[in-house]
């Protein structure tokens, strides 16, 4: 069973541009949520996705933005980005249908550098 | 509001050493769910294991073992007789029922096992 994809894995951008990240989640999973992951603040929920619907977002500024595909792929893109939006972004599928019982399968992540 | 707190931040041991990893955690939810995730060098993470909050009993899988205490807000994990493959990055995480499908993580805390 392919686990969960996230592409590109690696990017450099510089300050002002946007940039678009990728996730397969497994297959059957229908919740996606992301994560940023930094030395300095450890992993932050940045939002979660099922059914195409948001039901949560992290304390994440308006320039970062998701959302999901029927086939419950999902993308996440940050706008005008800053060096602070240099980081691991991390996607994870689950395959809990409501509640929050379900652990969470993680991809490798998406390395942005921004420059 | 939820929060996880693992006040190790670096732990250092010798190959067949025993080491717990603590973690706090704080929720108002008389449901939720707590879990461990490893994260070694290679960078994915990779869940160990789930608790629900009606679950106190501790359980042991291998050399790993957790000892969950509501009464303390409590979910710690030992490694028996540890092996240089267990150096990673630990992570407690913490999922309230009525928490809106948002799983948060604690620091994290560094294992390092020296042969």
């Known amino acids: 069973k392919a686990g969960v994809t996230q592409t590109p894995r690696y990017l450099i951008k510089t300050r002002g541009q946007q940039v678009t990240l990728s996730c397969s989640p497994i297959s059957g999973h229908r919740s996606v949520s992301w994560y940023q992951q930094t030395p300095g603040q450890g992993l932050q929920f940045l939002f979660e996705y099922f059914s195409e619907t948001q039901r949560n977002k992290g304390n994440f500024p308006g320039r970062f933005s998701g959302r999901q595909f029927s086939n419950s792929r999902s993308e996440m893109n940050v706008s005008t980005l800053e060096l602070g939006d240099s980081a691991l972004y991390l996607c994870?599928?689950?395959?809990?249908?409501?509640?929050?019982?379900?652990?969470?399968?993680f991809g490798e992540g998406s390395r942005l550098t921004v420059l | 509001a939820q929060k996880v707190t693992q006040a190790q931040t670096e732990i250092s041991v010798v190959e067949k050493e025993d080491v717990t990893l603590d973690c706090v955690y704080e929720?108002?939810?008389?449901?939720?769910?707590l879990f461990w995730y490893k994260q070694p060098p290679s960078g994915e993470l990779v869940f160990l294991i789930r608790r629900n909050s009606f679950d106190e009993q501790n359980e042991i899988s291998g050399r790993y073992s957790w000892n969950f205490q509501k009464s303390t807000s409590s979910f710690n994990f030992t490694i028996t007789a540890s092996q240089v493959v267990d150096s990673a990055v630990y992570f407690c995480?913490?999922?309230?029922?009525?928490?809106?499908?948002?799983?948060?993580f604690g620091a994290g805390t560094r294992l390092f096992v020296k042969a």
């Open positions: 994870a599928s689950s395959l809990v249908a409501s509640g929050n019982t379900g652990e969470l399968f």
């Open positions: 995480a913490l999922s309230e029922a009525t928490g809106g499908f948002k799983t948060i």
């Open positions: 929720t108002r939810d008389t449901t939720y769910y």
